[in-house]
Every structure is written in C-alpha cells, then in structure tokens.
C-alpha cells in the first residue's frame, strides 16, 4: 500500500542563490525565526536539485514577523562554524543549520554541550570543509599556458569535495595577486586578471593543461629536498591522499623516492659519523663532558647554548635517554629539571625506578629553539642533527654498559638506533641491542603536558604501565647478573 504524503498550509519555502549561499541562508534564517516558524515547517532548496523533492521551485513570500520577536542572537563561534558547515555537500546542511539555529534561541550555551548530536554533526561538517578548504590551497598546481596576445595565463585543476571554490577564493587572489591564473573545478571556476575576479561554469580535466617545461625545474627540486630521515608513510598519505596524486607534477617521483628511502638514510647517517672520522672514541664520561662543550658539528652546537651533560654514575644499570635539554635544562645546566623531567621523576618513583641508580643523558646535547619575544620554543632537532650527536651518545653507552635503556620519544630512540621508529608500534616490548643490552621505548613526558586535560590520565597511565614493565625488567636483568 502507497503511503500518502501530505503538506500543510505552513510549509515555507526558501530559495537560496547557490550551494553555499550562507549570507541567503542567514537572512532568511533571521525572517522565519522571527515569524516562529517551526524547523519542521521549513523547506531549503538551492540550485540543482538540492532540499526537498516534492517541495515548490517557486521561493514563499517573506513570512510576518510576530509583533513581540526578538532579534536572533547566536555567538560568533557558531556563525563561523555555520558558515563552514553550508559549503558541505550534505544535502540537509541548511535545514539542519536552522533547526540548531531554533534551539541555540532556547538554550544560548548549547554549542557547550559536546555531547549534544546536532553539536557534534556541526563540528564535523565544519571540520571536513575546513580539511577540504586545506587541501584545495596545498595541492593546486598551476601550469603555464601561453595566450594569443603573448602573454600567459597560468592555469589549475582541481576536484574539490565540498563547496569550497568561493571559500578559497580570497586566499589565492591575495597569494598570486600578480599573476593572471584560472582555477577549473567540477563545480565551476576561478579567472583573475590581475585587477578583477571573475566566476566561470563548471569544467572538465581536459579544459586543464597536462603540464609545462618549469615542471621539471619543480621535480628536481622536490626529489633535492625529500628527506628520507623523516619519511613516515602512513602520515604522508593521510596528509595527501592518492586521489590528489595525479594533479601533481611531484608526486610521480614519490614511489622511487620511498624505495631508495633507506638507502640513502644510511648514508646521511654514514656522513654524519665522518665528522668524526679524526676523532679517537672517548675513553671517560668526563672527557664526554669537556668535549660537549666546544662541540660545533651541527648548527645547534654553534646556537650560543650550553651543552648539557649528563648525570649519574658508569655504573648505571639503567640509562635514559630523552630527545635534548629544554630551557630550563640549558640555564641550569643539568638535565630533565624542567616541567617534563619533574613530570619523568615523579612517575619514575611511583614505578620503583629511582633517578639516582640511573644514567641519564639526551640524544642531543645542545637546546635548539625558536625565539619568541622572550621566549624560546622548543624545535625538534633535525635527523642529521641526531645523527651527528649519536657520537657522544654511543660513547657514553660504551662506558656505562647498562643492561637496559630506557628512551624517551622518537628523536631519543633514532639516537640509539639510527633510523626513525613508531614510539606507539614500538612501546612495551625490548629491542636488543648489539651490545647485548635491552632498549625500551615509550612516549617522551613533554607529550604528555600537551595532552588536553581530558586525554591526559589515559596517556599517563599507559607511561605508567610502560614504567613498571621497565622496573620488572630491570629487577630480572639485575637478578640474572647476580
């Protein structure tokens, strides 16, 4: 049996101007919620063919305010968010954008409640036209095309997910204000002259060229630039997605490039071991300390910082090892006594690993920083930065000898290994090591402190969970020596 299907006599209809009409939206918006008229008695319909099927093309006439309406009233978080969620391909973007409109009138802190359903969907449609928006301004390649007045007209292809086109509009009219370019999409099109902008219809990929001489020039250049020390695959296709692949001139380089990855990560590892090539290896801590000091191998040598030591005795069964001194270590000269190692101490006595039976040391042994007014901001040290250092930590190991080390971070573990590991793959288990010693890894404090309070006691009880293993361990290894 056919359901029926019927309408009342209040149903508004309201026409927008285009998929992401946000301003139509938002006037409109204002008049039937003024009229008080009901999200259920609303219909939004833009060009082609979205909001209701069976509803009228024909716009309603603008609804009466009632005599006593107040004016809307939403913050500014939501019209941004708002604004953001009407470029979404959702096809009930705008109704939804109304009915949350409706109950933000009755409840003004409802954007506060993250467990809300319609607070969530917002976030989301926001966050994925945000992410969308990203990509469109990270991966257009404009080619040269020459015109038949002489000059050149550099144009892009790109395949958008959502209605961003206008959304990006500002932001490359600013970028190449000097340049006469054209940006073709599936959605429609992008023309600047240098003086106006102009909208165009929806193309085609073959109205885009395939591709010009400086392309080459560009692909030189990125394969002199791709550093295999910091190649993580799995975050390199989660920022740039296949499907964005073939509108890059670069990316037809990336398969060679990951395959000869490992091999040339060995020679910069081998090239930084040559700058100590005249070097004999260090036969005391002491002599480790002193040379540290007036070490200029690597740019962060030469920053003006002071070299931070180590502490603890060659006697140590347990080492370990953090990625470098941060501020407070670098003014104090002794290492983890600022917010991270105070952090490290305290979970290193809940978990029976006591500081004073231990060797501890970093990877690097000079502060790198960005300056911030005052400040300095810690930097994460280059691969080639922990490769050269690995020469003072490989001799502090050597003089120790501890049955097991403890390292703090990915950069603290390339320290000891040489090649870029995943800390969470890699955590809760030993790797041997050739010495015949035991490395353990897990996450670095400073990672926990920049946790949102809400993630935080999970992180920190896994830390935890990783400590006491290590403490178990260590007893055993210790046992076992007698």
Same mark, same amino acid.
């Given at each position: 049996m056919k359901e029926t299907v019927y309408f009342t006599a209040s149903e508004h209809v309201a026409v927008l101007a285009g998929p992401d009409d946000f301003d139509g939206w938002r006037t409109q918006a204002r008049q039937v919620l003024m009229a008080r008229v009901h999200p259920s008695e609303v219909i939004w319909r833009v060009p082609g063919g979205e909001g209701d099927l069976f509803a009228s093309s024909e716009p309603s006439p603008p609804p009466i305010a009632v005599p006593d309406a107040r004016q809307p009233i939403v913050s500014r978080a939501f019209l941004d968010l708002a604004a953001k969620a009407a470029c979404h391909r959702d096809r009930g973007r705008f109704d939804f954008l109304y009915r949350l409109l409706w109950r933000l009138q009755r409840n003004a802190r409802l954007l506060e409640d993250k467990a809300d359903g319609d607070v969530r969907r917002l976030d989301e449609l926001a966050r994925t036209v945000r992410r969308d928006i990203h990509k469109m301004r990270a991966f257009v390649r404009f080619r040269s095309v020459a015109q038949p007045d002489g000059t050149e007209r550099y144009v892009a292809w790109f395949e958008p997910e959502h209605h961003i086109l206008r959304a990006n509009a500002a932001f490359f009219v600013n970028r190449f204000a000097g340049m006469h370019w054209s940006i073709l999409t599936p959605i429609?099109?992008? /023309?600047? $002259?240098?003086?106006?902008?102009?909208?165009?219809?929806? #193309?085609?990929? @073959? $109205?885009?060229?395939?591709?010009?001489?400086? !392309?080459d020039l560009w692909s030189s250049y990125y394969a002199s630039i791709f550093n295999p020390a910091r190649l993580k695959i799995d975050a390199m296709l989660k920022e740039m997605p296949r499907k964005y692949w073939k509108n890059m001139p670069e990316t037809a380089l990336v398969p060679a490039l990951i395959a000869g990855a490992q091999a040339r990560e060995a020679v910069m590892v081998e090239a930084g071991r040559d700058l100590f090539e005249d070097d004999s290896p260090p036969t005391s801590l002491e002599e480790i300390a002193g040379a540290i000091r007036s070490c200029r191998r690597c740019a962060i040598g030469c920053n003006g910082t002071d070299a931070v030591g180590s502490e603890g005795s060659s006697g140590a069964s347990l080492m370990i090892v953090g990625e470098q001194p941060g501020d407070v270590e670098e003014r104090e000269g002794r290492p983890f006594v600022g917010p991270a190692g105070q952090?490290?101490?305290? /979970?290193l006595e809940e978990a029976g690993l006591n500081r004073s039976r231990a060797y501890v040391t970093n #990877?690097?042994?000079?502060?790198?920083? =960005?300056?911030?007014? %005052?400040?300095r901001m810690h930097q994460t040290p280059t691969a080639r930065e922990i490769d050269t250092c690995r020469w003072w =930590?490989? @001799?502090?190991?050597?003089?120790? %000898?501890?049955?097991?080390? =403890?390292?703090?971070?990915?950069?603290?573990?390339? @320290?000891?290994?040489?090649?870029?590991?995943?800390?969470?793959? !890699?955590r809760g288990a030993p790797i041997d090591l050739p010495d015949g010693s035991e490395l353990w890894v897990t996450t670095h404090p400073s990672y926990l402190l920049?946790?949102?309070? !809400?993630?935080?006691?999970?992180e920190e009880k896994r830390f935890q969970d990783d400590l006491r293993a290590i403490a178990e361990r260590l007893?055993? =290894?210790?046992?076992?020596a007698g």
């Open positions: 429609g099109a992008l /023309h600047w $002259d240098g003086a106006s902008l102009q909208e165009g219809p929806p #193309a085609t990929r @073959g $109205d885009a060229p395939d591709g010009d001489p400086i !392309e952090l490290l101490m305290r /979970h #990877a690097v042994k000079h502060f790198k920083f =960005l300056p911030r007014g %005052k400040r =930590l490989d @001799g502090e190991r050597s003089i120790v %000898k501890p049955r097991l080390v =403890l390292v703090l971070g990915a950069s603290a573990a390339r @320290g000891l290994l040489g090649k870029t590991i995943s800390v969470q793959k !890699e920049r946790l949102p309070e !809400e993630n935080r006691p999970a007893a055993a =290894l210790e046992s076992a």
